[in-house]
């Protein structure tokens, strides 16, 4: 045989024998991902949930799919109603992965029957469908990985029957999440209650009107938002318009109750408008659930900025990015009421209020409170509190003359 083409015949053989080498996994059960489930019920189903390590992933699929970009979530679903249960698997979010998709990720090269053996496992361990009346199942679920925590949302239908759950879980082995430390040293701060609107408005009145920055004097950003709801809710109702926890070292240096905020978001679905929300739990409670003030805004550039600048400038408009969350609120399905505080004022473009860092920004001065609750809501369902009457503000506005004494036209 002639040298090149025999080295050749070894280069090839070589890599057949490399490519095809995955082996159906021993079930090694699923008792650890058990024990560190989290679980919920509602309306007579109960779930559990926990994510997979690399480790877990390699002992029921035969390879570490979390390397390759799809986070797998071992699912139990007890359904304790007289109806059969079908998991709306496109309601976990658009990073959602059919068996088939995932198992994709897995192929070996030339692997023939061997890819046809990884396509059956995974459809083997999948969550089966549907889950009978009074039956429990189990399986696994395959979605896109998280830094830290995953919001998880399962929307269970059956006849004339829709049982919503969500969950929040950790990632195996993750860093301490120093938004989580926050968190529990601000729920650990005394909170005053209110049962009403009435008095809850008027609370909601005192808080603070800007965050400080470190080494700052002055307001640094002002706060433009107030989320009231369960942090499950607000989790998914924020999960499902793309939102993903997102902190960074220049979040760090904004203070407000003397500390960092707790909790950091940026929408990252590709192609959307950049809009950051940076938000403090309040020592206000509204029956019972956790009150966060925010500051709500985008980087000047919005969607064309440089995303790799560690500290990106900030738009001055912040009702704009103000009024974006609060229409992709609505369509979460989680959005139950929304209301307008007054806050720093009315600032006009032509005369922009300046913050202690040097930046700038102009308002209508209106603070937006927005109530979450378990979903399915629909944007009709939404209610408009009359707290601040914005239609005539509005009016008011636009027959108000300009700065040459003109008076706007109707």
């Not at 059919?98 to 192929?107: D, M, R």
């Not at 006009?348 to 930046?359: E, F, I, Q, V």
Request: charged letters at 25%; proline letters at 7%.
């Amino acid at each position: 045989m002639i040298p090149w083409r025999a080295g050749m015949v070894a280069v090839v053989l070589a890599a057949l024998a490399g490519c095809a080498t995955w082996r159906p996994p021993t079930d090694h059960g699923d008792e650890s991902l058990r024990a560190r489930a989290v679980s919920r019920s509602a309306h007579g189903v109960s779930v559990s949930a926990s994510l997979l390590s690399a480790d877990d992933s390699r002992q029921l699929l035969g390879v570490d799919i979390i390397a390759k970009g799809i986070q797998p979530v071992w699912l139990e679903i007890a359904n304790g109603t007289e109806s059969d249960l079908w998991l709306l698997r496109s309601g976990t979010g658009p990073d959602y992965f059919s068996p088939l998709e995932a198992a994709w990720t897995a192929h070996v090269r030339f692997g023939g029957d061997t890819n046809d053996r990884i396509d059956q496992r995974f459809e083997q361990v999948g969550v089966p469908a549907p889950v009978p009346a009074g039956q429990t199942r189990r399986g696994l679920l395959y979605l896109t990985p998280q830094p830290r925590r995953m919001v998880l949302n399962l929307d269970l239908f059956g006849d004339r029957l829709l049982v919503p759950i969500s969950l929040i879980l950790t990632v195996p082995g993750a860093e301490q999440d120093d938004q989580d430390l926050e968190m529990l040293e601000a729920a650990s701060i005394p909170k005053v209650d209110h049962g009403d609107l009435d008095s809850l408005r008027t609370a909601l009145e005192s808080l603070p009107h800007c965050a400080g920055s470190v080494g700052v004097h002055g307001c640094g950003q002002p706060l433009n938002a107030v989320f009231v709801g369960s942090i499950e809710d607000i989790g998914a109702a924020s999960s499902r318009r793309d939102f993903r926890r997102d902190l960074r070292q220049a979040d760090q240096a904004l203070r407000l109750f003397d500390r960092a905020p707790d909790f950091v978001a940026r929408k990252h679905a590709p192609g959307a408008s950049a809009i950051w929300i940076r938000a403090w739990l309040a020592p206000v409670t509204y029956r019972g659930k956790p009150i966060f003030v925010a500051r709500v805004a985008r980087p000047a550039g919005g969607r064309f900025a440089d995303s790799d600048m560690l500290d990106l400038p900030l738009y001055g408009g912040i009702d704009e990015a103000r009024d974006r969350l609060i229409q992709d609120a609505m369509y979460s399905g989680g959005l139950q009421a929304v209301g307008f505080l007054t806050s720093t004022g009315s600032i006009p473009r032509s005369h922009p209020a300046k913050t202690g860092d040097g930046s700038s920004y102009f308002t209508d001065g209106h603070r937006a409170v927005l109530f979450f609750e378990t979903r399915p809501l629909a944007i009709s369902d939404v209610q408009f509190l009359d707290w601040v009457p914005l239609v005539q503000q509005a009016e008011e506005r636009a027959r108000a003359p300009d700065e040459d004494g003109a008076v706007s036209p109707e």
